[in-house]
């Protein structure tokens, strides 16, 4: 799964949690014992993946620097 969306009319129901769980299990039932997910840790989604079971394990961060902005 790359991107999940919840159009904003359906929202709270469940389908997003519905369709990451049902990635998870189809991970199970092929054998896989570890699945990863890359989130922003200062946005929502992350509670959701949380209450599917997945827990934090690692952080990473990007760095940009804007070319011909004042001061660089």
Do not use: N
Request: aromatic share 12%; charged share 25%.
């Amino acid at each position: 799964v790359e991107d999940v969306y919840v159009v904003p009319g359906a929202r709270g129901r469940g389908f997003g949690r519905a369709l990451v769980g049902a990635a998870v299990d189809a991970a199970r039932a092929e054998g896989h014992r570890l699945t990863f997910i890359v989130a922003d840790d200062e946005g929502w989604p992350k509670d959701l993946y949380a209450q599917v079971g997945f827990r934090p394990v690692a952080r990473t961060w990007k760095f940009h620097l804007e070319l011909g902005a004042a001061g660089s």
